[in-house]
Structures are given as C-alpha cells and as structure tokens.
C-alpha cells in the first residue's frame, strides 16, 4: 500500500453536498475529493424536484421551519431546523454565483409547490433536472480549480487514532490497488443506502459506504431505521424505477386507483400534497386492497404543452419507454429514495470522533426528523456543509451535538436460530430480504426473521477484494443498523410504521444511536 501527500481536507463523495463543500474548502488548503466512480456518479443528478428556500414574497425562514416541523413527526432538532431555514437564501446565492442557473420567469426566481409546503418555495433548474444542472455546474468548476480529484477510489477504512480521524485508505476499482491518505480534516458526503432496497430511485452508488465507514471508526449512527419512500416511483416492467418528481402533484397532477378514482382525499386532509409517509402507506394500501402492483398518476387533465416545457425530463424518459404522459396514466408505486439517519453531526458538521465530518444525505443534523421534508435535502447539503468549513476555519463554533438520545442499540453479534436455508448473498438476494422485512410497512416477524438472516451473512469471514464486494458489506452493515433499529422502536413514527404498534408513542420521542462496540 503506497502513502500519497497529505491534504488539510478530504472529501469523500461528490455529489452537490462534497463538491460544494470542496470548492468552499479549497480556498483554505490543499483539498482532495475521493469518488468511487466518476465525478458526475451521484443522487444528486436525479434530484428533480429542487431546492427548497424561503426566497419569496409570502415566505418567511419561520414558515419554512414551521413546514419541515410538521414533516418530522416529532423528531426534529429545533436549533437545526432554524439553521436550515435561515441560511437558505444565503446558500441559494452561492449557488448562483456559482454559475447555477435555477429556473425564472419575467426576471423572478420562478417557484413550485410541493407537499407539506405551505406556499410555493421549490426553486428549480432546467424544469424537473434540478440536481443534475446543480450537478454538473458545479462539478465544472471544480475540474477547473485547484482542487484534487481521484475517481475510482473507493474508501474503505478512516484511520483513526486515539479518536483522531487521521487518514483513509482506498481501493482503485480499476487498478485493485490500495492507497493511503492523511488529512486534517475528513468529510464523509457519500450519500445514502438506497441500493438496499428492491426498488429505490437512487442511483447504484448508493451503498451506504459513509455510514458503514463511520460505524467502523467509532462514530455515533443515529435514526437508522427512518428510511424514506418517495411515493411516485415509476412502476414499469421494462424499466429501473425512476422518480416522478413529487413536483408534479404540486402542480395539479392526482394519484388514481384502478379504477380511475382519486383516493388520497380517504387517508389526509392534505390529500395528494400530503406527507411522504403518509402518501406511500397509502399507496401501499390500494395496492394491497386492490392487488395491483401499482397506483396511477394522472395529468391527463393538466395542458400537454406546459407538461412538456415543466417536466421535460420526466415526458421524455416515460415517452422512450413508450408512454406518453400528456394523455395515458402514469404507473407508480412507492419505492427507497432517502436515509433520512445516519452519521450524528453537530450542527457544524461535527461527528463523535475527532477530525471526522459529515454532510448530506450521509449526515443526521436533525433536521428531517421522522419524515423529511421534500426539497429540503439540496438545501441540507449546502447549508452544513458551509458550516463545516466554517468550524474548521473559526474558532468561535458551538460543539454542541444535537439529538436526545436515551435509547442506545448495540448490534447482535451471536448468531441464533439461523434460518435452515439461508440463500447465498449477493446483492439482489439481499435487497429483496430488506424490501420484505425492513420496507414500507413492517412487523415484529418480519423484522425478527431478517435480524437473523443479516446476522448470519455478518459471519462470513473471507470476502473477495472487489468495489462490489466492499460495497455488498457496507450495505449488509447498514441492513443491520436499520433492522435492529426498527426492532427497538416499538411504536410507528414518520417512515417508520408497524404493524404491531400503530400508534405513536410520546415516550418514544427520543433517537435510538448506534455505535461499535
């Protein structure tokens, strides 16, 4: 294993959440972004919504704090919270001068609605390609800057020392060699787990590698068993899921049953602009009751020009898989789209070991709570991670870290009653046994019977030296904290829901927090 130079900053990840923070931190030391693919591989190129930010006439920080409150299901982190809202017009100003350029209309920011928002505050770039022109802007600039980009390298150990972050070690996915990396500072934003799933709209580096690499460093992991569905997933049996932006029922577009009957008016006062959790047990439920695979989409009603020109990117991808959404329904199922746990940060980034940042979708500031707030996931990244390089930089920063967490989860290590027929794992056979234990609607024996099927697969001891392969344990650890989680929280809360406890429990008003033992 060779030992490369020494950076004041490494960033693994880059999606909007490293790349943002990188071009931050460049201007304060040698800085190095880490991707195990490309630079342009990430969530954030199919983020189509946008990105949330009080920047309106009839919008106010307060509002938009007292939106992503009531998202949470309780859970939320009130000083985190505040920040989010506060900052975001700040950030959005960033990106602009970045070279961002977000959707307009008679020289104004041109707004949309989303559920749960409680006016229109979703700016947007390029219609419904909001992550991707976020994306690509910024990942343009930071090719022509000072900083240091190695793609194909995955991270698979940070070094740690006496609870120092001092380094990573990487593994060239071409190459197969090892490398080391000392930095002063470490910053995971590798994004979430998605891959996890059977049906996910995160892209395939979605593994839970952050997670996985903070668990084995000795960080605190928080809220693991709140993963959030998106309720709109495109349901085809010729293609991958593919996320049909919840943009568009804030734009007028209607879920329908078989039947062509709306339905969601049965289940919230909100009715399609309910809550995300809401909306896909709900969608859940007509399937179920129905014994259909899926729900429809409707925008037939809505003008086939202003379709075309709001959500080019969605009428083109259905329109190859021969449909046409201006005048046939769209098939739609829930399906995995964001960790709303992960890593515990202060609300400077910080995480329990020393040197050791994180940011994004990787990160749990407290922001999300229980249910996260649509849109405000751009905005997270953005927010923090301006405030990473802040507490690096200045002394003044709080270290605060939020979250009351009285309900600590230590991993089963012992493995009992292992299943007589334990299948081989690989990938889809593992997603397949989280989608049916761990997914939208979950029991007590759902959650037992996959607890130990992890927990043997935990044992195997000699692993091929692959980036499939570190990627397939990163996600079998990630399965674990989630499932193990979802067994302690006796209760349904947000994207959490059980069969066998229903109700929402005030005694459960805590964060259950993992970490190695």
């Given at each position: 294993m060779s030992m490369a130079s020494h950076y004041r900053y490494i960033i693994v990840g880059s999606g909007i959440a490293g790349l943002y923070t990188a071009l931050l931190a460049r201007l304060h030391g040698p800085t190095l972004i880490l991707t195990k693919g490309s630079i342009e591989d990430c969530n954030t190129q199919y983020a189509q919504g946008g990105i949330a930010a009080s920047v309106g006439e009839n919008d106010s920080p307060e509002l938009h704090s007292r939106d992503t409150i009531a998202a949470s299901s309780g859970l939320y982190d009130s000083s985190a919270v505040d920040?989010?809202?506060?900052?975001?017009?700040?950030?959005?100003?960033?990106?602009?001068?970045?070279g961002v350029q977000f959707d307009t209309a008679h020289g104004a920011l041109t707004l949309a609605n989303e559920a749960a928002h409680s006016v229109p505050r979703i700016l947007h770039a390029g219609g419904d390609a909001t992550g991707q022109h976020i994306e690509m802007t910024l990942a343009s600039v930071a090719r022509l800057s000072n900083i240091s980009i190695l793609e194909n390298k995955l991270v698979t150990e940070i070094t740690v020392e006496h609870n120092r972050a001092q380094g990573v070690v990487t593994f060239d996915g071409i190459t197969s060699q090892t490398e080391a990396f000392s930095g002063d500072h470490i910053i995971l934003a590798s994004g979430g787990a998605g891959q996890?799933?059977?049906?996910?709209?995160?892209?395939?580096?979605?593994?839970?590698?952050?997670?996985?690499?903070?668990?084995?460093?000795?960080?605190?992991?928080?809220?693991m068993e709140f993963y959030q569905f998106h309720p709109t997933a495109l349901r085809l049996s010729n293609a991958p899921s593919f996320l049909i932006s919840e943009a568009t029922r804030g734009e007028g577009a209607t879920l329908v049953n078989q039947n062509g009957q709306s339905f969601m008016d049965q289940y919230h006062p909100l009715g399609d602009l309910a809550p995300r959790d809401i909306v896909s047990r709900a969608i859940a439920s007509e399937m179920s009751?129905?014994?259909?695979?899926?729900?429809?989409?409707?925008?037939?009603?809505?003008?086939?020009?202003?379709?075309?020109?709001?959500?080019?990117?969605?009428?083109?991808?259905?329109?190859?898989l021969g449909l046409d959404i201006t005048n046939e329904l769209i098939p739609v199922a829930p399906a995995a789209h964001y960790m709303m746990g992960g890593i515990r940060t202060s609300t400077w980034g910080e995480t329990t070991v020393e040197g050791l940042f994180a940011c994004g979708e990787v990160a749990c500031t407290g922001v999300h709570g229980a249910n996260r707030l649509a849109s405000n996931s751009l905005l997270e990244t953005v927010v923090f991670g301006k405030r990473i390089i802040t507490r690096t930089t200045e002394s003044k920063a709080n270290h605060r870290l939020p979250h009351n967490t009285n309900a600590a989860?230590?991993?089963?290590?012992?493995?009992?009653?292992?299943?007589?027929?334990?299948?081989?794992l690989d990938l889809v056979t593992l997603q397949d046994h989280v989608w049916n234990g761990a997914g939208i609607i979950r029991s007590r024996e759902g959650l037992e019977t996959l607890k130990r099927q992890l927990l043997a697969w935990s044992t195997i001891s000699k692993w091929p030296q692959t980036t499939e392969?570190?990627?397939?344990?990163?996600?079998?650890l990630v399965a674990r904290l989630i499932t193990e989680a979802a067994l302690l929280r006796e209760e349904s809360r947000g994207a959490h829901y059980r069969t066998?406890?229903?109700?929402?429990?005030?005694?459960?008003?805590?964060?259950i927090t993992s970490k190695k033992p």
């Open positions: 920040i989010l809202s506060t900052e975001a017009s700040d950030r959005i100003a960033d990106l602009i001068r970045l996890l799933f059977r049906y996910t709209t995160n892209t395939s580096v979605a593994t839970g590698d952050g997670v996985a690499l903070a668990y084995r460093a000795g960080a605190e992991i928080v809220d009751k129905n014994a259909t695979s899926q729900v429809w989409l409707k925008l037939t009603h809505l003008n086939p020009d202003w379709i075309i020109t709001r959500f080019p990117n969605i009428y083109a991808t259905c329109y190859q989860l230590a991993l089963s290590t012992n493995p009992t009653n292992i299943p007589d027929a334990l299948p081989s392969s570190y990627e397939l344990q990163n996600l079998l066998d406890y229903p109700d929402t429990l005030v005694k459960w008003e805590n964060h």
